[in-house]
């Protein structure tokens, strides 16, 4: 069974105080690793894709990384608005078009 | 274009009322998904849609729940009958297609069961 872990639960950051979120995944053949960021009271908004290992991308102040066993999201000198909650999605190859999502990991970064 | 467009945003009703909830994907989109998140087990895919056909249904808990896709600007979920154990919010997702394989998400339904 695919399955998602995202650590920490929540993280407290001071404005300007970079650090990393975590996504281990167990998937029967990796097709694609999705990055979301959701506000309260809002759906999901995409972030990134990433498809195979040693895949980086970049979007302001993230950066998301990819491993065969986990995925890190960067967060470079953060602002309050990068406040959310972060979730990581894997996608089988088996799985056609599906996506296991993790709990994820809600950000509070503080002025 | 507007995005994935969901309604009602809220709705509260008593245990053993039909509930519908509505959705109209991305225009030109061909994947439409319905997921439910709740604290306890997060982001949940109940069923998805290719071009109106349901492909997966293997996440709706069970037979009160209902999915249908007239056509390819609506689709429906419908809880019959409602229980309380049914709250949570539930979003509208479609997808492209086209080889990026990302989801763009609705704001979701905030359903309460009394």
């Known amino acids: 069974e695919d399955q998602v872990t995202q650590s920490p639960e929540a993280l407290r950051l001071q404005e300007g105080e970079s650090s990393s979120l975590n996504c281990s995944y167990t998937?029967?053949?990796?097709?694609?690793l999705f990055w979301y960021r959701q506000d309260p009271g809002k759906g999901p908004e995409f972030l990134f894709t990433l498809y195979s290992a040693g895949e980086e991308k970049e979007k302001e102040r993230l950066k998301a990384t990819l491993t065969k066993k986990e995925s890190f999201l960067h967060i470079t000198a953060p602002k309050p608005e990068d406040s959310a909650t972060y979730l990581c999605?894997?996608?089988?190859?088996?799985?056609?078009?599906?996506?296991?999502f993790g709990t994820g990991t809600r950000l509070l970064v503080s002025p | 274009d507007a995005g994935v467009i969901q309604s009602p945003r809220h709705e509260v009703t008593e245990m053993g009322q039909e509930v519908t909830l509505r959705c109209k994907p991305i225009?030109?989109?061909?994947?439409l998904f319905w997921y439910r998140q709740t604290m306890m087990r997060g982001l949940e895919l109940l069923i998805y849609?290719?071009?109106?056909?349901?492909?997966?249904d293997s996440g709706m808990p069970e037979d009160r729940f209902s999915a249908k896709m007239p056509n390819a600007s609506f689709s429906t979920l419908k809880i019959q009958p409602s229980e309380p154990r049914d709250s949570a919010v539930y979003f509208c997702a479609s997808e492209g297609g086209g080889g990026g394989n990302e989801q763009f998400f609705g704001p979701g339904t905030r359903l309460t069961v009394l």
């Open positions: 225009s030109g989109h061909d994947y």
């Open positions: 999605a894997v996608q089988a190859v088996t799985g056609f078009q599906k996506l296991v």
């Open positions: 849609f290719n071009n109106n056909v349901p492909i997966d």
């Open positions: 998937v029967s053949g990796l097709r694609g």
